[in-house]
């Protein structure tokens, strides 16, 4: 059972940045495409982004391009996600995903593991 850890989480001013984190202590995350959910309260669980298991392929959720970036250090285990700009609006919970293969998914059922999620909050 693939277990996945999300960090980096926490409050930041409007216009601040967080860097969140997804690792998979002792399995290897080679074999996954990872996407970033996340959800707010109310709210259903949104894609946010995902790269792709190998060719670096990124997506993104239209209301994060040029401000969000998602990468993956393979030597580290580890995939990144780099949010800019952030905006109250992106106040979520924010979690990590893994599916199996080379694509990325759209859909959070698609996902075969998750993480327990990492709280972020953007307010002044």
């Known amino acids: 059972q693939v277990q996945l850890v999300e960090s980096g989480g926490g409050l930041v001013q409007p216009g601040g940045s967080l860097r969140l984190s997804c690792a998979a202590p002792g399995f290897t995350l080679d074999y996954y495409a990872i996407g970033w959910f996340r959800q707010a309260p109310g709210k259903e669980r949104e894609g946010v982004s995902c790269i792709s298991r190998s060719d670096g392929t990124t997506y993104y959720v239209d209301s994060v391009k040029g401000r969000f970036t998602i990468s993956r250090d393979n030597a580290k285990n580890t995939v990144y996600l780099q949010m800019n700009s952030l905006k109250p609006e992106d106040t979520a919970v924010y979690y990590c995903?893994?599916?199996?293969?080379?694509?990325?998914?759209?859909?959070?059922?698609?996902?075969?593991?998750w993480g327990q999620g990492t709280q972020v909050t953007v307010s002044s």
């Open positions: 995903a893994a599916v199996t293969g080379e694509l990325c998914r759209p859909l959070a059922y698609e996902y075969d593991y």
